[in-house]
């Protein structure tokens, strides 16, 4: 195994239609339908950065849900590793629709997943070094590690005076 990836070895995308039985009564993706298709697609780029077969969700740490997604749309997501932890994986997911009269794609949505790949044991297995390159997956990489610490604070699994990356986003850089 590799001791680091990039992103882009990640990378998963899936395309398809929204059918009548994706829709609600507004004629616009079920929610649930979405988050199931990001669910899907993060542990495929999972799988796909630890190099694990099996890999399950720990958390659904970010939903947006920005824009309806109207019936009959085409809908492509885009999932990518953001940070790879000691056994963990947060996976960046991003929605799009396409225009046809424009023919461009368009941002709708986005979500961020947290997964922990598992051995044949279903024990937690370590996953390979992440080495961003581009300066949206160096943004993304850096602020992953400001929401886990966020969410060991708020689990009390860390005392607030050692999220040292969030301290940084409060400090008085006037001086």
């Known amino acids: 195994m590799s001791k680091t990836k990039t992103p882009k070895e990640s990378l998963a995308v899936m395309t398809n239609l929204v059918l009548p039985n994706d829709s609600n ?4 993706m079920f929610g649930g339908e979405l ?3 990001m669910d ?4 495929i780029s999972a799988k796909m ?3 694990s077969l099996q890999v399950v969700t720990a958390s659904v740490n970010h939903v947006s849900f920005n824009q309806p997604i109207p019936l009959g749309s085409t809908v492509k997501l885009e999932s990518k590793v953001t940070r790879a932890f000691k056994t963990s994986m947060e996976v960046y997911v991003d929605v799009y629709i396409y225009d046809y009269n424009q023919e461009t794609f368009t941002k709708t949505n986005d979500a961020i997943y947290t997964f922990v790949a598992l051995d044949e ?3 937690p297995v370590e996953v390979p070094e992440l080495v961003p390159e581009t300066e949206l997956e160096i943004e993304r990489y850096n602020a992953a590690l400001r929401r886990k610490q966020l ?3 708020l689990a ?3 005392k607030p005076s050692e999220a040292h990356e ?3 986003l409060f400090e008085d850089h006037e001086n």
């Open 156 to 158: 009390k699994r860390m």
């Open 151 to 153: 969410s060991l604070v």
């Open 25 to 28: 009564q507004l004629n616009n």
């Open 166 to 168: 969030l301290k940084v």
């Open 121 to 123: 044991n279903n024990k």
């Open 35 to 37: 988050l199931a298709r």
């Open 40 to 43: 899907r697609i993060s542990a």
């Open 49 to 51: 950065h630890s190099g």
